[in-house]
């Protein structure tokens, strides 16, 4: 089946650094994949659409220049995030549209960002 | 408002039946999901059903979909301590909307 691999699973960074979170699809190709982010006892909030080859989309309120996003092949798409602050500290989960299986998405298994 | 709606807590007794329910906005969704997620991990797909369907059943997991309502629900039956955890429904068309989440408690 489809499967979404996500690395690393947890990070712990300085106020300041930045951090970047890689999202591959092992058995598929994805020309589309989505990042997420969810906060403590709250759902998934989409933060930006990764195309293949071209801009991310980001949904209102996500700043472009803090959360870059880059997809520059179909089966990898990164996640850094710029100058990270404490309120950045949450957990980043990464899905891949996979068109030619029973069902479209599939997760990576998330990313625990801390940072201190 | 949201566009996925799911009441935020269930408390059921172990080997009662649960049902969570769930209302999406989106009518050109295409599947339908849900979703459980255990403390500290990722989401893990429990079953999902395509938009043409009313009913899927899968073991423990049965899934009813009324599209005309927009309404899904998620029936686990003999629900077991390992059971407890939060169970996201979420809805797909061009990307993924999820609702806020519903943690089910599992009583022994």
């Known amino acids: 089946g489809a499967v979404v691999s996500q690395h690393p699973s947890r990070v712990i960074c300085k106020s300041g650094t930045s951090v970047k979170i890689e999202c591959r699809s092992l058995d598929f190709q994805a020309t589309t994949m989505f990042w997420y982010r969810q906060f403590p006892k709250q759902s998934l909030m989409l933060m930006a659409t990764s195309n293949e080859g071209s801009k991310a989309t980001y949904e209102q309120g996500v700043e472009k220049d803090k959360f870059l996003i880059n997809h520059a092949s179909l089966t990898l798409s990164t996640l850094t995030v710029t100058s990270a602050h404490p309120e950045d500290s949450s957990f980043y989960i990464c899905s891949a549209r996979n068109t030619g299986g029973t069902y479209g998405y599939t997760f990576g298994s998330g990313t625990r960002l801390t940072v201190v | 408002g949201e566009d996925v709606e799911q009441s935020l807590f269930l408390s059921v007794r172990e080997g009662d039946s649960s049902v969570i329910n769930c209302t999406y906005t989106?009518?050109?969704?295409?599947?339908l999901y849900w979703y459980k997620q255990e403390p500290g991990a990722g989401l893990q797909l429990l079953t999902y059903i395509f938009s043409n369907m009313d009913m899927k059943q899968d073991q423990r997991l049965t899934v009813l979909l009324n599209k005309k309502d927009k309404h899904l629900s998620l029936r686990i039956a003999d629900t077991q301590t390992g059971d407890s955890a939060i169970y996201f429904c979420?809805?797909?068309?061009?990307?993924?909307?999820f609702g806020a989440g519903t943690r089910l408690t599992v009583k022994p």
């Open positions: 979420a809805e797909s068309g061009n990307d993924m909307r």
């Open positions: 989106d009518s050109s969704s295409t599947y």
